[in-house]
């Protein structure tokens, strides 16, 4: 079977309750954050992105924060459904390099 | 229907023997990737391809090899020389090399007998 998701942080949540995932990254300068939801057996996707001048973005029924100052980034799941049972991670990136991948977090939605 | 696929899902390895991992994107990108996914860990990468005929070694390449001979394809191989390589492999395109936004294929998981 798959090795993703062992050793990872989890949260666990109600369903219709919002979730809140966190990541800390590790280079001031990082001017380009994104998140990735991770299924069991798939590839990661595409969530939502967002830039080093902006600190809010929303998109449908997730949110990303960026705090600059302690360089945490934060994903907001509004409503939480069981399809969002998943692991997510965030990646960061700057001047041009290539994106720095976060380990992960588990998110199990209980029903 | 556009999109990465990699092929096998499953693969064995036994000792001493060279495996190769098929990636193939059908989305007209320029740029290929090949990371790699241990329990815990972020995405490492391996290999890296801007365009055909061209790549370059990621941050763990020791015991991996790579070609580009087509736009659309981007196989990776895993060589005996790679003595830890059971973990789950991720292929990824983007428009350009440096393009943020990352498209991933749904995965090799590599386990050694």
């Known amino acids: 079977g798959e090795s993703v998701g062992l050793h990872l942080p989890t949260l666990s949540v109600q369903e219709g309750d919002n979730s809140i995932i966190n990541c800390a990254y590790s280079?001031?300068?990082?001017?380009?954050f994104i998140w990735y939801k991770q299924e069991s057996g798939k590839g990661p996707q595409f969530i939502i992105d967002i830039r080093s001048n902006m600190d809010k973005r929303q998109g449908q029924r997730v949110t990303v924060l960026l705090n600059k100052t302690v360089k945490h980034l934060s994903l907001q799941i509004a409503a939480t459904q069981p399809g969002d049972s998943a692991v997510y991670f965030c990646?960061?990136?700057?001047?041009?390099?290539?994106?720095?991948f976060g380990g992960g977090t588990r998110l199990m939605v209980k029903p | 229907d556009g999109g990465i696929t990699q092929s096998p899902k499953y693969l064995f390895r036994k000792e001493g023997q060279n495996v190769t991992l098929s990636c193939e994107q059908n989305l007209n990108h320029d740029a290929m990737y090949w990371y790699r996914q241990d329990p815990g860990q972020g995405l490492r990468l391996i290999y890296y391809s801007q365009i055909v005929n061209d790549f370059q070694k990621g941050d763990i390449a020791e015991g991996y090899s790579v070609s580009r001979e087509k736009k659309e394809s981007f196989p990776l191989t895993v060589t005996s020389a790679q003595k830890n390589p059971t973990a789950f492999y991720l292929c990824a395109s983007s428009i350009t090399l440096l393009n943020e936004k990352l498209f991933f294929g749904s995965g090799t998981q590599l386990s050694v007998l």
């Open positions: 280079n001031s300068a990082s001017d380009y």
């Open positions: 990646a960061e990136q700057y001047a041009g390099n290539m994106l720095t």
